[in-house]
């Protein structure tokens, strides 16, 4: 069934590229940065096959693909930024999270934010998902907006420029970068288990429960 929905994925992206151009690249960029499932590693590389085949240019591509990260990112940043804060001092303590840790959110974001923002643009998993402690830090927008760009540009590069070193064979990059994603993913449930242990233990056995 998942070789079926990748499948599916990669006819809608190819059939959307191949219809609308560098906007599609945008377009559909923008839709995986919005932390809606679609996959950056059919996106990208196919975008590259069209440079092996002189419909695109490499730096065209990447352009667009890091200029539709910023547009999605936007949109999940606004989420978190206009009511995400409210929400998860009310409900956060079902899913652990504490003032305590939106406080340290607020610091870190203040102190390293473009860095965190930069940096985590170049992995996969994570660069889908930043752009929410960002809104929730209200990390100012044109600094987001700036480093969302300058760490998106060269990951779009990469992808694309991958796609277009293999030519007719693009396609079999998708496999490969998901050996990667899941490598994210497994270091993901590891830092939630921590999460997790951090504030059950004092929820069982400190005097004044969770925090």
């Known amino acids: 069934m998942v070789t079926d929905v990748l499948k599916w994925m990669a006819a809608f992206i190819t059939a959307t590229i191949s219809s609308l151009g560098y906007f599609g690249v945008f377009l559909l960029m923008a839709i995986e940065s919005a932390a809606i499932p679609l996959p950056s590693e059919i996106i990208m590389p196919f975008s590259g096959y069209l440079v092996f085949r002189q419909e695109f240019t490499l730096h065209g591509a990447a352009f667009w693909g890091a200029a539709g990260c910023v547009a999605g990112s936007w949109a999940a940043y606004a989420v978190a930024a206009r009511g995400g804060r ?32 930069f940096f985590s643009r170049l992995m996969p998993v994570v660069r889908t998902f930043i752009s929410l402690p960002a809104g929730l830090a209200r990390m100012p927008l044109m ?35 998901r050996k990667y994603d899941i490598l994210i993913g497994v270091l993901f449930l590891v830092g939630a288990a921590w999460w997790v242990r951090r504030h059950l233990v004092p929820a069982r056995t400190g005097p004044e429960g969770p925090r």
Do not use: N
Request: net charge positive; with cysteine; proline share 4%.
């Open 86 to 117: 409210p929400l998860v001092e009310r409900y956060g303590r079902y899913v652990f999270i504490s003032r305590h840790d939106l406080d340290l959110a607020d610091r870190l974001f203040t102190r390293y934010g473009s860095p965190i923002i």
């Open 143 to 177: 600094r987001f907006s700036l480093y969302t760009f300058l760490g998106s540009y060269p990951f779009c590069y990469a992808l694309a420029y991958f796609g277009y070193k293999t030519g007719e064979h693009w396609h079999t990059l998708e496999s490969t970068f």
